[in-house]
């Protein structure tokens, strides 16, 4: 099984995650990364595209700051079997305000928006939030 069958299969195991009543998986860093080179992933509407390396760059520096406990890729859309699912959205969790978050991205992969708390009327799968932190939603449109 190629490692693209294994994460099909991965964001899929909830049920079909282009139907936004699928609870939406959040994806570990190495799950969503691990042989990702599809630039269409995540960022592509940045430019230039940045593409997953950079971006497993930053958000693995971004993972071993000691006010963040877990960063979690959540996959928006699955629509080609060929192709590497995609997100627009990764989720922080950490003590820090969302607009401190902003400012740990360089202007280049900046998120459009950033957010604390859950989005009201989304299923995610279970992440632990140790107390004193939140989940801070990093946006790109």
Known sequence: MTYLQQIAERVNRNGDVNDPTTIRPLLTLSEFFKGN???GSIGCN???PPGPAKFYE???EISARSDVADVRVQIAMFDDPEMWPFSDTVWIITSASPQAVAQWFDAAIRPDNCSAGWTDGVSFEPVPVPEGMRAVACWWD
Do not use: E
Request: charge should be negative; avoid cysteine.
């Open 58 to 60: 930053v958000l693995k």
């Open 46 to 48: 940045l430019s230039p």
């Open 37 to 39: 080179d599809d630039f």
